[in-house]
């Protein structure tokens, strides 16, 4: 079992990024936090539901908030690992930031699904995820 107090800031800041993805995934199976839940889907540009009523969700858009969750808790428990799983976690958001601004929202490649709030959104969690892991990972590398 990991001590709270030897845990590196970079640690801490994954298990609380971890903590939201987790929650983010939970929420978005809860009617009423998640508008429109009784037109979610597995998949796709189709799903009604809007997690907060603003980001669009589906089954598969939350399990994957869900594992996320799940992999940074796993990842948090090495100072290595956080970082990884920051700056690797937000090289993805950036990827899926640039995948949403370039597919057709109403094609079959909006399969997570995406809206313009979602795209916005992973901009931000990619920026600040690789800032936390290189700013927060330098700091436990010194160590």
Do not use: C
């Not at 979610?40 to 539901?49: D, N, R």
């Not at 980001?55 to 994957?64: A, D, E, Q, T």
């Not at 937000?90 to 909006?110: E, H, P, Q, R």
Request: aromatic fraction near 10%; avoid cysteine.
């Amino acid at each position: 079992m990991v001590d709270v107090a030897t845990r590196t800031k970079v640690q801490q800041a994954a298990l609380a990024v971890a903590a939201v993805f987790a929650l983010v995934g939970v929420l978005g199976f809860i009617p009423g936090v998640t508008t429109g839940y009784d037109q979610m889907t597995f998949a796709g540009h189709e799903s009604g539901a809007m997690l907060l009523g603003v980001f669009m969700v589906s089954i598969l858009h939350n399990i994957v908030h869900l594992l996320f969750g799940v992999a940074g808790f796993l990842m948090a428990r090495t100072a290595a690992g956080a970082r990884a799983y920051l700056i690797g976690g937000g090289a993805i958001y950036l990827v899926l930031w640039l995948y949403g601004l370039v597919i057709d929202k109403t094609s079959g490649a909006n399969f997570v699904p995406l809206n313009t709030a979602d795209d916005w959104l992973h901009f931000v969690l990619g920026v600040a995820m690789i800032g936390l892991g290189v700013a927060l990972g330098k700091r436990a590398a010194v160590r």
